[in-house]
């Protein structure tokens, strides 16, 4: 299978022309992804069975979602072994779009949520500044910086193990998302969100290059 390993000046184009329209929202929310990939003006890049799409609620500087044009898979506790070359089209089409906007690749996290919330297996590939307008709660916080978020490296890991990703309690879940607040880059203990989103500005040069050439047509903070 090909793949996007390199973006030529035409598909940067291409690019540039998508981003500049604005995603086509849906009332079924629970499905909306799976409209959205659909919908070939949403999709940033692809490869012959998955797409890049911006998260519509965006929770940092750059959020995007790899998801598979047709499948059944809507967690990643269906995946198997055979999936092994899936998971690594996943990650690679993630890094296709990472350095599409001219920042370092460990200045992103990878990861599929424990418990998603919407329809169709999908890896967000978000950058690791968590500075947008649609961070507004704990939960999103929580999401993203403990193990309710699952690193690509963790679901291939296990599925080459055990052939099968375990699968986390409700309980478990429920003790990730209220986990007390802290900072994802220093030590700093935050009183409350505003307090969290207040910080993290200060770590923003440490994430997002300001001389990146797209940053203002990818980030859609809301």
């Keep these: 299978m090909l793949f996007l390993n390199r973006l ?17 929202m849906y009332s079924d929310w629970s499905y909306g992804l799976i409209k959205v990939v659909n919908e070939k003006r949403n999709i940033l890049l692809q490869s012959e069975t998955l797409a890049v799409i911006r998260d519509s609620f965006p929770k940092a500087t750059f959020h995007f979602l790899v998801i598979p044009f ?22 690679l089409l993630g890094i296709n779009v990472v350095e599409a906007t001219g920042n370092k690749v460990e200045n992103f ?38 193990d309710f978020l699952v690193p690509v490296e963790k679901v291939r890991n296990e599925l080459k193990s055990n052939g099968h990703v375990q699968q986390l309690s409700d309980e478990t879940l429920q003790k990730l998302i209220n986990t007390p607040l802290k900072c994802n880059t220093c030590s700093y203990i ?33």
Excluded at 10 to 22: A, E
Excluded at 134 to 143: A, G, T
């Design 70 to 91: 047709d499948d059944d898979l809507d967690t990643i506790y269906d995946l198997n072994d055979g999936h092994l070359d899936l998971i690594d089209e996943f990650e």
């Design 190 to 222: 935050p009183k409350h969100m505003p307090d969290l989103k207040k910080h993290l500005i200060t770590h923003l040069p440490n994430y997002i290059d300001k001389n990146s050439s797209f940053l203002s047509l990818f980030e859609k903070n809301g």
């Design 109 to 146: 996290a990878f990861g599929f949520h424990a418990k998603p919330s919407m329809r169709r297996l999908h890896l967000h590939v978000v950058s690791k500044d968590f500075n947008s307008q649609c961070l507004k709660h704990k939960k999103h916080w929580n999401s993203f910086n403990t």
């Design 8 to 24: 030529n000046s035409f598909v940067l184009k291409k690019l540039k022309l998508i981003l500049n329209r604005d995603i086509i």
